[in-house]
């Protein structure tokens, strides 16, 4: 049987058991796992029974390892039957007693979540708003997008420019010597995009397929690798390929190769049709953005530091993803940026911050109004989910396990409370310039 302690505000002590059961299978499996590795006098390596390695190594030989092993299942199965929502790792993890044949008595101190104090929001908070409406320079900028995105590179036998992309072996020195990640072969490079350090670009400019040049940088003041900041270093870059970036014509030919249009007026229709829509949604969403911010000023709750540390480790844990479908990875972000992990997280620590509080505060009053998704809201997240991995929904749903169908029905529900806060505010035109000069 679990119990809870309060330690201090929002923070619990937990004392669980891990029945002998458990423990002993969980030693068994260290033993299975470990025998091998284990020689004793008189046996065949690998061979010796686990009581006689327990004898000849010590009696706990296999307890840290299998009390890794047990500790989460029983963690668990505690916090479940406690109903405890734990916000962060347990920690000050202590065993009170083990006993050979009876259940360990372990405690471990955790975070929960907070309380939240609501402020007055059913009365209707006040926001200024004003809708942006869709412009020409919109549209038009969304075509070039559509064209640029459209873009072939091909060979070209001139000087590398600016806008190009170029094919390159690199090899970087500091006082004549290699460093760490200062080498590469057969590196794509967009010039002008910005991505090395800076002068590396600039120098590369210039260059012709199969030359080799020496470009001298220097590595920033706040560079991640405290070696290398400040440092003069030469690259030794040799040019592999030149490839000119060919943006297609805004005609009908380009209508009919990425869209079911004939003629270019008609896919541009239907792009700012497509764009019209989108820019309602983003209205909402903008409206909802102010409402909610409103009223998450105006609340007031003590956040755990942990629950800002584990919001930040998911924000880096989605950036490292999106940095691989672009071939690249933390490190060599890093290396480009001069920016550190220490330095992103302190970066990222305010706006983590604020998330974690909106969704605190969100989660409390969804539960406080029992607000609760409705089938076209499901439908609406379905849709979504769906599309984007070229999926029915009826496929989609089957293939839907338990978490991604909570996370799903979350989502909904959170639609929903944003239209519910929608229509409770006070939404006014922000005040013009020339008012409140009368006004004064």
């Known amino acids: 049987m679990a119990t809870v302690k309060v330690i201090e505000k929002n923070k619990v002590q937990v004392e669980f058991e891990i029945s002998a059961e458990l423990f002993s299978a969980c030693e068994n499996k260290a033993y299975q796992k470990n025998k091998g590795k284990l020689q004793v006098p008189g046996f065949r390596k690998g061979h010796a029974p686990k009581a006689v390695l327990e004898k000849y190594y010590g009696e706990g030989l296999f307890f840290e390892e299998a009390f890794e092993e047990a500790f989460p299942e029983a963690y668990m199965a505690a916090v479940k039957e406690l109903d405890l929502f734990v916000v962060s790792r347990p920690e000050n993890v202590d065993i009170v007693s083990a006993k050979a044949g009876e259940a360990m008595v372990v405690t471990a101190q955790v975070y929960v979540k907070p309380e939240v104090e609501l402020c007055d929001y059913a009365a209707g908070v006040e926001v200024e708003y004003e809708e942006i409406a869709l412009t020409d320079e919109a549209v038009e900028n969304d075509v070039k997008a559509a064209l640029e995105a459209n873009a072939r590179y091909e060979d070209v036998e001139r000087a590398a420019a600016m806008g190009d992309r170029v094919i390159i072996d690199y090899s970087g020195t500091v006082d004549g010597v290699k460093f760490d990640g200062g080498t590469a072969e057969a590196q794509s490079l967009d010039l002008g995009s910005n991505m090395f350090i800076p002068g590396f670009e600039d120098g590369v400019v210039g260059m012709n397929v199969?030359?080799?040049?020496?470009?001298?940088?220097?590595?920033?003041?706040?560079?991640?690798?405290?070696?290398?900041?400040?440092?003069?270093?030469?690259?030794?870059?040799?040019?592999?390929?030149?490839?000119?970036?060919?943006?297609?014509?805004?005609?009908?030919e380009f209508a009919q190769d990425v869209s079911e249009f004939d003629t270019f007026e008609e896919y541009k229709a239907d792009l700012k049709e497509k764009l019209q829509k989108r820019n309602e949604e983003q209205n909402t969403m903008r409206l909802q953005s102010a409402i909610i911010e409103k009223i998450v000023s105006e609340c007031k709750v003590e956040i755990p530091a942990s629950m800002v540390e584990t919001q930040i480790d998911?924000?880096?844990?989605?950036?490292?993803?999106?940095?691989?479908?672009?071939?690249?990875?933390?490190?060599?972000?890093?290396?480009?940026?001069?920016?550190?992990?220490?330095?992103?997280?302190?970066?990222?620590?305010?706006?983590s911050e604020r998330r974690v509080k909106t969704q605190l505060v969100l989660d409390a009053i969804k539960e406080k109004e029992a607000i609760k998704a409705t089938e076209e809201d499901l439908n609406e997240v379905f849709g979504e989910f769906a599309e984007a991995q070229k999926k029915s929904i009826e496929d989609l749903k089957k293939e839907l396990d338990a978490d991604s169908m909570e996370y799903i029905e979350n989502r909904a529900a959170f639609s929903a409370l944003g239209r519910y806060l929608v229509s409770i505010a006070k939404v006014v035109a922000p005040a013009k310039a020339e008012e409140e000069t009368k006004a004064e």
């Open 314 to 351: 998911q924000e880096l844990n989605e950036m490292a993803y999106n940095l691989m479908y672009q071939g690249m990875t933390m490190e060599q972000y890093f290396q480009f940026t001069g920016q550190t992990e220490a330095s992103l997280r302190e970066m990222l620590k305010n706006s």
């Open 210 to 252: 199969g030359e080799t040049k020496d470009i001298e940088v220097t590595f920033p003041a706040e560079y991640h690798e405290a070696s290398l900041a400040g440092k003069a270093a030469v690259f030794a870059v040799t040019v592999n390929a030149i490839k000119e970036k060919i943006v297609p014509e805004a005609n009908d």
